[in-house]
């Protein structure tokens, strides 16, 4: 086997505002493998195996499904949630631990630094570093407000809410994050996005307004924290199975009729599985993904690849 790489040039003379960048091993040109058949294998030189991750709100759906996914393929998972759900993330932990993975659960709510500066530290401390932050906490106006989310009814202080759990937070675990995230070699920040960062909803206001937030934060720590050779990038999916689409559903006058409208514009119609964006997660934090910077992702079954309905091409 031989190992044939590209040239050195560009990223050593990388510098910014004057100042040399000492660039991490993802930001630099993937190393080609040529294996001794001629088969050429660039950027296959390892998945997340060893990688420790921070998944926040992981006591439930996208979150633990990530956790799981992300241990059955050797990275450190520290699980984290609000107090009130620390009997589940200890659980999701415990699950991992006794199928031969590792991880650990830290009580966090997001909207407190001091909790988040505290996740932190605990899970350096526990794996000897940080290589992945994934924002997945998040919270939709539906579970404070139940059906009264329009602008006429909708308290002030539910739309701060939403905003602070899913667009502030991020940033403040982010901020959090950064100096671990330095050390790491394969670092990079995951935020859950939506559908709704890109696209309105009926009555949906602050949770649109604070996933087009974080849709834009993205870019914007991708630009922040290029130099630290730190990748921020977000993914949006559509409607996935979990407890708050469930939630969401319920709250409707028609819950049938609304599950039903929820996919009737998906070339794949039915919800998305929460592994299913667990394995998009693991993908953008793996080395495989390494010239993926400051990127949107949709996960979304094409729903909002067209203008049409399911019962126009017979996939109903
Ligand atoms: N499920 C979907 O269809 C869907 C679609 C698009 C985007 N998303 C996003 O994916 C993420 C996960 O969604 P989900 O469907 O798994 O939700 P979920 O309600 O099943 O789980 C969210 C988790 O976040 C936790 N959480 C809420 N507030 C928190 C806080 N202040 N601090 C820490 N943890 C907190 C909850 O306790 C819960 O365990 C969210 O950001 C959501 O907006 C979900």
Same mark, same amino acid.
């Given at each position: 086997?031989?190992y044939?790489?590209?040239?050195?040039?560009?990223?050593?003379?990388a510098?910014?505002?004057?100042r040399?960048?000492?660039?991490?091993?993802?930001?630099?040109p993937?190393?080609r493998?040529?294996?001794?058949?001629?088969?050429?294998?660039e950027?296959?030189?390892?998945?997340?195996?060893?990688?420790?991750?921070?998944?926040?709100?992981?006591?439930a759906g996208?979150?633990?499904?990530?956790?799981?996914?992300?241990?059955?393929?050797?990275?450190?998972?520290?699980?984290s949630?609000?107090?009130?759900?620390?009997?589940?993330g200890?659980?999701v932990a415990?699950?991992?631990r006794?199928?031969?993975?590792e991880?650990?659960?830290?009580?966090?709510?997001?909207?407190?630094?001091?909790?988040?500066?505290?996740?932190?530290?605990?899970? &350096?401390?526990?794996?000897?570093?940080?290589?992945?932050?994934?924002n997945?906490?998040?919270?939709?106006?539906?579970?404070?407000?139940?059906?009264?989310?329009?602008?006429?009814?909708?308290?002030?202080?539910?739309?701060?809410?939403?905003?602070?759990?899913?667009?502030?937070?991020p940033w403040?675990?982010?901020?959090? &994050?950064?100096p671990?995230?330095?050390?790491?070699?394969?670092?990079?920040?995951?935020?859950?996005?939506?559908?709704?960062?890109?696209?309105?909803?009926p009555r949906?206001?602050?949770?649109?307004?604070?996933k087009?937030?974080?849709?834009?934060?993205?870019?914007?720590?991708?630009?922040?924290?290029?130099?630290?050779?730190?990748?921020?990038?977000?993914?949006?999916?559509?409607?996935?199975?979990?407890?708050?689409?469930?939630?969401?559903?319920?709250q409707?006058e028609?819950?049938?009729a609304?599950?039903?409208?929820?996919?009737?514009?998906?070339?794949?119609?039915?919800?998305?599985l929460?592994?299913?964006?667990?394995?998009l997660?693991?993908?953008?934090?793996?080395?495989? &993904?390494?010239?993926?910077?400051?990127?949107?992702?949709?996960?979304?079954?094409?729903?909002?690849?067209?203008?049409g309905?399911?019962?126009q091409?017979?996939?109903?």
């Amino acid at each position: 086997m031989t190992y044939d790489c590209q040239p050195l040039v560009w990223y050593r003379s990388a510098t910014t505002a004057g100042r040399r960048v000492s660039m991490s091993r993802h930001n630099r040109p993937p190393v080609r493998i040529v294996s001794e058949s001629g088969n050429n294998k660039e950027g296959t030189e390892m998945g997340i195996e060893g990688m420790r991750f921070v998944i926040t709100g992981s006591a439930a759906g996208i979150g633990a499904a990530t956790a799981r996914v992300a241990a059955s393929k050797g990275a450190a998972v520290m699980v984290s949630d609000l107090a009130s759900s620390a009997e589940a993330g200890e659980r999701v932990a415990a699950d991992i631990r006794a199928a031969g993975g590792e991880a650990d659960f830290f009580t966090c709510d997001v909207t407190d630094a001091e909790q988040v500066e505290a996740l932190m530290a605990a899970a &350096a401390e526990r794996f000897g570093g940080i290589d992945v932050l994934h924002n997945n906490a998040g919270v939709h106006e539906t579970a404070r407000a139940g059906e009264d989310t329009s602008l006429e009814t909708m308290p002030l202080e539910v739309f701060r809410w939403v905003v602070d759990v899913n667009a502030i937070a991020p940033w403040v675990c982010a901020k959090a &994050a950064v100096p671990y995230l330095k050390e790491s070699d394969y670092a990079s920040i995951i935020n859950a996005a939506s559908t709704g960062s890109q696209s309105a909803y009926p009555r949906n206001s602050a949770y649109g307004t604070s996933k087009g937030g974080i849709r834009l934060q993205t870019q914007n720590l991708a630009v922040d924290l290029a130099p630290y050779g730190i990748r921020v990038n977000c993914y949006g999916p559509t409607a996935i199975a979990t407890e708050m689409v469930t939630r969401f559903v319920q709250q409707a006058e028609d819950p049938e009729a609304f599950e039903k409208a929820l996919v009737n514009t998906s070339l794949i119609p039915r919800l998305g599985l929460p592994s299913e964006v667990g394995e998009l997660v693991c993908f953008l934090a793996s080395p495989q &993904a390494s010239f993926i910077n400051g990127a949107y992702i949709l996960i979304d079954g094409g729903s909002l690849a067209w203008r049409g309905t399911v019962d126009q091409i017979g996939l109903e």
